[in-house]
């Protein structure tokens, strides 16, 4: 028995002394409010009204009954609403800031298409990690190794000029003492300023016998685009972002990588709703490989 609905029904028809004008208040039909009614009083054991052919009369039973009823819908009511505006409450999630404003955008939109309200915080890897830990946000969009990603973003060399080769080889910046001009550097841009992309770039760096100040962590993005727009460097990248810049982008010869994200709730929340409503819109926001299970709504 749908206990709350019969207490509702009891209230209504108590109100206004009719099962007919009870149930329309109540958003029923008579024949539904009279079957909840009699529900309700088989659980009792007693009768609550004495019916009329015109009038619905509380029995003294009915009358002490009728106040608990009536604080059970209250509460019930009360819970929906609570529902309602827990559901309303926008989701703060933390996203890195290589998505682009049209990505953001996008992903915003996207979200209201399936009843989730985002408010985005574009921060760096590490104060990604700490506006989670901080419960800041209620999700974030981590910095991760490939194994445990979710979402996979190939990274390759972008440069001012078309290299003319289909892959770019980082021994191929090697300078020997005699070389003229300065040395070529590779950037990175702070959001592969991470163990699991710098580490393997600078263990390459030292293998090809590259100089140390040939790999460079850059403050931001603009930065770094800068010095590879106006020198012969090159900006370890996305190929949405050379494009977005109008770089030419190849992958890196001698190592394939990515940046790799995972979503990630504060405390202890569950994102799973999020990533399988929003998995897809995510991936093109990062302009990333969605992985097998994120598609169409069933990552696990």
Request: aromatic residues 4%.
């Amino acid at each position: 028995m749908d206990l709350v609905g019969a207490c509702r029904a009891f209230v209504s028809v108590s109100e206004y002394g009719s099962f007919t004008d009870g149930a329309a208040a109540a958003r029923m039909s008579q024949s539904v409010a009279s079957r909840r009614v009699a529900a309700l009083e088989e659980r009792f054991g007693e009768p609550l009204f004495e019916r009329t052919s015109r009038r619905a009369v509380l029995t003294p039973f009915g009358r002490e009954m009728l106040p608990s009823a009536r604080q059970l819908v209250q509460a019930a009511d009360v819970l929906l609403d609570e529902a309602e505006a827990v559901k309303r409450k926008p989701w703060r999630l933390a996203v890195p800031g290589i998505c682009s404003t049209a990505g953001l955008a996008r992903l915003v939109a996207e979200a209201r298409g399936h009843g989730v309200t985002l408010d985005l915080r574009v921060a760096a890897p590490t104060r990604r990690r700490e506006l989670l830990h901080a419960q800041q946000v209620r999700a974030a969009l981590l910095a991760v190794p490939a194994d445990e990603a979710a979402w996979s973003v190939p990274l390759g060399l972008a440069a001012a000029q078309d290299p003319g080769v289909r892959r770019v080889y980082l021994e191929t910046l090697r300078v020997g003492r005699a070389s003229p001009g300065p040395a070529r550097r590779v950037w990175i841009q702070p959001e592969d300023d991470v163990p699991h992309i710098r580490d393997p770039l600078t263990r390459l760096r030292d293998a090809v016998g590259l100089r140390p100040a040939q790999l460079v962590a850059a403050a931001d993005l603009t930065s770094a685009a800068a010095e590879v727009l106006c020198s012969g460097d090159l900006l370890l990248c996305s190929r949405a972002q050379a494009d977005e810049l109008a770089l030419a982008w190849r992958p890196i010869g001698e190592i394939t990588f990515g940046r790799g994200f995972a979503l990630a709730a504060a405390a202890d929340g569950n994102p799973q709703h999020i990533e399988a409503r929003l998995g897809e819109a995510i991936a093109r926001c990062l302009g990333a490989d969605v992985r097998a299970d994120t598609r169409g709504g069933t990552a696990q």
